[in-house]
């Protein structure tokens, strides 16, 4: 079986891991998996022979053979059904890691990235500083009411799961803002993620890439 995922030939993020083939890869390397990485530049995601793997024109992308899929989440729930270490044995503990899987994606991450996308294009509007506090209030409820669920636990519930590996990967957008920082059991959370040697191993094959752009130009 070969797997083969697509990533930014040049990510936007320099580096930094926060582009969504970074959550795959980290599956991916959590289950052990060897998987090939084909690069796609902006202009190659608008092509009909990416459109036909991914119909929005965008990353990641993933090929085991015959079946193409698309969606971060999706990809990462497929490698963890097939594969042992992300997600528990016991049938409820399984029900309930995916359930933080999609309570990242659909719960926490947009407050954040509204927070996050609002920022430049609004900048230099009258009203920016007013909506700016507000979405940082939106996204401050949803960091204390998962703070408050987190305790002083390692990981959302019982062993790591692909649910602790999809919010921390939404977490990590807020990595050097206090709106994390000041929850130190969330901030303590993404750091317990990011020290994983699988985590390291992915951070360190999507950042191989900036670097060695870096080294070209
Ligand atoms: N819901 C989809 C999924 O989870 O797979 C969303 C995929 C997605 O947003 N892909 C983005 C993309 O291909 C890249 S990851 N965009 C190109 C386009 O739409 O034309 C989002 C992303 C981009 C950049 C940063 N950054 O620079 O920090 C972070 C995250």
Redesign the pocket.
């Known amino acids: 079986m070969t797997i083969t995922i697509t990533a ?1 030939a040049a ?4 580096g ?1 891991g ?4 970074m959550p795959v890869r980290w599956a991916l390397e959590e289950v052990g998996l060897p998987y090939e990485v084909r690069r796609v530049s ?1 202009e190659d ?2 092509e009909p022979a990416h459109l036909a793997l991914q119909p ?5 992308t993933y090929e085991e053979d015959e079946l193409v899929l ?4 999706a ?1 990462v729930l497929h490698i963890a059904e097939r594969y042992p270490g992300l997600l528990p044995g016991d049938e409820k503990a399984r029900a309930q890691a995916v359930t933080w899987m999609f309570a990242a ?1 659909a719960t926490v991450e947009p407050p954040i990235f509204e927070r996050e996308t609002a920022g430049i294009p609004e900048h230099d509007q009258v009203w920016h500083k007013q909506r700016l506090s507000l979405m940082d209030a939106r996204v401050e409820n949803r960091l204390a009411q998962l703070s408050d669920r987190l305790g002083g636990h390692d990981w959302l519930d019982g062993e790591f799961s692909a649910g602790d590996l999809a919010m921390i990967g939404v977490l990590r ?1 807020l990595n050097g803002t206090p709106l994390l920082s000041r929850h130190l059991n969330l901030s303590a959370y993404v750091a317990r993620g990011e020290t994983r040697p699988a985590f390291k191993r992915a951070f360190a094959a999507q950042l191989a890439v900036f670097e060695a752009r870096a080294m070209d130009s």
Not at 56 to 60: C, K, V
Not at 70 to 73: D, H, K, L, R, T
């Open positions: 930014f990510s936007p993020d320099r930094r926060l582009a969504r083939d902006f995601m608008k929005f024109g965008q990353i990641p698309f969606e971060s989440g990809i994606q957008r």
